[in-house]
């Protein structure tokens, strides 16, 4: 019997697509309509941001621990959470869950070694890009990464939080993630990790100038995977 998935939200378009993920890629596995057990749970993304604008990261992992506890009560198995920046808590989270938790960094460090790759460029909100997240996730898997300078970082962090959080996805702003990437790619970065769960909305592997990590649908195939381990 499959493992029930508990889902802590953050921002609604990430937390959508990797629900939408699991739904749709489990009936390959488990036949016709079928998926695992799904309960989500969301805190506002405005009561997350109060806490992560100031570094509060205590905050941040309370939010999570309540959404957790809920989920625990509603009978999931382990936990995920579909977007980056709030696991540079996660430390303090898992000390004090009720749920075993998978990490999203593993999920895309384990898929970039499968695959070869040796220096990754990450994108996402200014928060995660400067954070720990990545960094000693992947230094850990042995492989390298770059982000954008300053100022492309703060541009990055305002097409996300002014457009994609609330579904916005302009033709602009996705030529503008291929060139960052194409800078990225001049720097000796031979993948990119779309760290921020909504970017997979925006850019299209097809005409990205290198091979796309999408951090939101690799934790929601490793979630499934882990759903249907005996």
Request: charged content about 25%.
């Amino acid at each position: 019997m499959a493992k029930h998935i508990g889902i802590v939200a953050c921002s609604a378009e990430g937390a959508a697509l990797c629900y939408r993920t699991i739904c749709a890629e489990a009936p390959r596995l488990m036949g016709k309509h079928m998926h695992p057990e799904i309960t989500m749970h969301t805190h506002p993304l405005g009561e997350y941001m109060r806490y992560i604008r100031t570094g509060d990261w205590e905050g941040v992992a309370s939010l999570m621990l309540s959404s957790a506890k809920k989920l625990a009560e509603a009978g999931a198995d382990f936990a995920i959470c579909p977007d980056n920046t709030i696991h540079q808590a996660f430390s303090l989270v898992v000390k004090k869950s009720p749920l075993p938790w998978l990490h999203i960094a593993e999920a895309v460090a384990e898929t970039a070694r499968e695959r070869g790759y040796q220096k990754l460029a990450i994108l996402g909100t200014k928060y995660l890009m400067t954070g720990p997240v990545y960094p000693e996730t992947l230094s850990a898997y042995g492989i390298s990464h770059e982000i954008p300078p300053k100022d492309t970082r703060e541009r990055i962090d305002t097409i996300i939080f002014e457009e994609l959080v609330n579904g916005i996805f302009k033709e602009s702003s996705r030529q503008y993630f291929n060139e960052v990437i194409q800078a990225l790619k001049d720097q000796g970065c031979d993948a990119a990790v779309l760290g921020c769960t909504e970017i997979p909305l925006i850019v299209n592997p097809d005409d990205c100038p290198l091979p796309t990590l999408d951090s939101t649908r690799l934790l929601a195939r490793a979630a499934l995977k882990t759903s249907l381990e005996e």
